[in-house]
């Protein structure tokens, strides 16, 4: 089993609608999460960066972490072709150590 | 933008040369790490490099090295290059080491190394 689980896709939705990636990890010493952005041909971008369990909204996107069930999720609201890329979950115990990224999944928006 | 910068954006190598990739981290960034992402994978971490110092290192062999320079600078090296060696090499620095803020890692768009 993998460290880090994602779902690679591709997610195609229609502009506007309402978007949820979802990662698992197994590794319960994992305490922050992150979500990137990665276009193609670019590297990836940092969107979201939680600590604790709970929500976090920043303008139209939204991360979500259960630690619980070793869960973790990012919401897009209004949906927009912009938005089509890949998005990487990442996560890391913290201090010295470094990150551990999911698979990412592909996001296709279409007008 | 990011502020960190990858020289070459695409490279072309056979099986058994050597390949040096360069990366200019973020001014007051003092830690550096390497990713390799092959297609379709996320991100696997090389190494990292704290104050010229490596400061931890993933699953890869001896053949891929790197160094850190005073300027904010750094390399990776590999020798003896492998098909499996075909991916995009990321660069990615950070403010410092211990923190929360190591773990906001901001990216430079890569090298795209193909070995043929």
């Known amino acids: 089993q993998k460290e880090v689980e994602q779902d690679p896709g591709p997610l195609s939705v229609p502009e506007g609608a309402i978007v949820s990636l979802n990662c698992t990890y197994s590794n319960s010493a994992f305490q922050y999460f992150m979500w990137y952005r990665q276009y193609s041909r670019k590297g990836p971008e940092l969107l979201m960066y939680t600590y604790s369990s709970g929500n976090k909204e920043d303008g139209r996107f939204t991360a979500q972490v259960d630690k619980s069930s070793k869960y973790i999720s990012l919401f897009i609201r209004d949906s927009q072709p912009s938005d089509s890329a890949t998005y990487l979950c990442?996560?890391?115990?913290?201090?010295?150590?470094?990150?551990?990224f999911g698979k990412g999944t592909m996001l296709l928006v279409s007008p | 933008e990011t502020g960190v910068t990858q020289s070459p954006t695409h490279l072309i190598k056979t099986r058994g040369q050597q390949v040096t990739l360069r990366c200019s981290s973020q001014s007051g960034h003092n830690t550096v790490s390497w990713y390799q992402q092959a297609l379709g994978q996320g991100p696997q971490f090389i190494f990292q490099?704290?104050?010229?110092?490596?400061?931890g290192r993933g699953n890869f062999p001896p053949r891929f090295s790197g160094l850190q320079f005073p300027n904010y600078s750094s390399e990776l090296n590999v020798n003896a290059l492998e098909l499996d060696d075909s991916a995009l090499y990321l660069c990615?620095?950070?403010?410092?080491?211990?923190?929360?803020?190591?773990?906001?890692?901001?990216f430079g768009s890569g090298t795209q190394l193909s070995v043929l």
């Open positions: 990615a620095s950070s403010e410092g080491q211990g923190g929360p803020t190591n773990e906001k890692l901001f």
């Open positions: 990442a996560m890391t115990v913290g201090g010295y150590s470094t990150l551990t």
């Open positions: 490099y704290y104050r010229e110092e490596e400061n």
